[in-house]
């Protein structure tokens, strides 16, 4: 874990929200990011978006996007789940 930095008067490193993107079939990832929400005290808003599996994906269904067609599903998955975020 790293060390925390001194946070703003709040208590929290940064005063904005915090999104995190992780897949359901990581949950060791999802326990360490949680771990260092609370050792570094991140934000006070500190949020898990559910990440696209690219192993899941319809391409079809799932792409309205020609430029997301051009990429492999892992990759194609990896941006839908940062435009989820991001909505």
Known sequence: LFEPQSPPGNGYLVD????YINLDKSPQRNEYMLAQQKHLRISKVFERIDAIDG?????????????????????????????????
């Open 16 to 19: 904005f929200p915090v999104l």
């Open 55 to 87: 192993n899941e994906i319809d391409r079809e269904k799932d792409f309205p996007f020609e430029v997301v067609n051009k990429m492999n599903d892992n990759e194609a998955a990896c941006t839908l789940s940062h435009l989820a975020a991001i909505r």
